[in-house]
């Protein structure tokens, strides 16, 4: 857990262009329903059958959006007899999480704890980077 709060701390590993793909295919209700449930389930994934039925979207829709996740690398696939088990990529998503946030208040933590009281997100969800400026 503590190497990912300082890999989060550390946003020099995402780049622009990877950040542009991850938000293109979050942009479809669909792609973003698909993401959030393979969340929901990890690590095990889940095979393109059940996500399919879970979310009632046709086969053949389906196949269109996870093609859109691999690419942006949001998701990961394994064969697994004659199925493919589909995987959310977690640390990218921690990644971009910590993109987003890398810059947030600009060394004013008084600032960031506004937003932080604002925001209707737990506070355990939230890093870290603001209050660790304070010291």
Not at 11 to 16: A, L, P, S, T, Y
Not at 88 to 101: D, G, H, K, Q, V
Request: glycine share 2%; proline share 4%; hydrophobic share 40%.
């Amino acid at each position: 857990m503590l190497d990912i709060l300082q890999k989060m701390m550390n946003c020099q590993f995402m780049e622009i262009k990877c950040a542009t793909s991850i938000f293109e295919a979050l942009s479809s209700e669909s792609r973003l329903e698909v993401f959030r449930l393979l969340v929901k389930h990890a690590p095990d994934g889940l095979v393109a059958g059940e996500i399919a039925r879970q979310l009632d979207i046709p086969s053949t829709n389906l196949s269109f959006h996870l093609k859109a996740l691999l690419h942006s690398r949001l998701i990961n696939m394994e064969k697994e007899g004659r199925f493919w088990r589909y995987r959310a990529n977690i640390p990218l998503m921690l990644e971009t999480i910590a993109y987003l946030t890398a810059e947030c208040c600009s060394g004013k933590p008084e600032q960031c704890q506004a937003y932080r009281t604002e925001s209707s997100v737990a506070s355990e969800f939230l890093p870290t980077f603001c209050e660790d400026k304070k010291s």
